[in-house]
């Protein structure tokens, strides 16, 4: 048996680099990337230039509400 040659009339122009083109999951399954989004308001934003400034900021305040509750725990205990 054999295969009809046919021919397919592509309408995509040439300039479009389909093999640069990045796949994204869409729907339920798009949570499963491993990143979550957070949005940062503009004012926020100008402070921080990268996630990492984000991240070690964040850090930094867990830190130190930690030791402050560690602080107010013995000063409740030692009255």
């Known amino acids: 048996m054999k295969k009809d040659k046919t021919t397919t009339e592509d309408e995509l122009r040439p300039e479009y680099d389909l093999k640069s083109l990045q796949v994204r999951k869409m729907g339920p399954?798009?949570?499963?990337?491993g990143r979550f989004v957070v949005q940062l308001e503009p004012d926020v934003a100008e402070v921080f230039p990268d996630a990492a400034s984000v991240n070690?900021?964040?850090?930094f305040l867990i830190r130190i509400t930690k030791e402050n509750s560690a602080i107010a725990q013995r000063v409740g205990t030692d009255t």
Do not use: D, I, M
């Open 56 to 59: 070690e900021a964040l850090r």
């Open 29 to 33: 399954e798009r949570k499963h990337f």
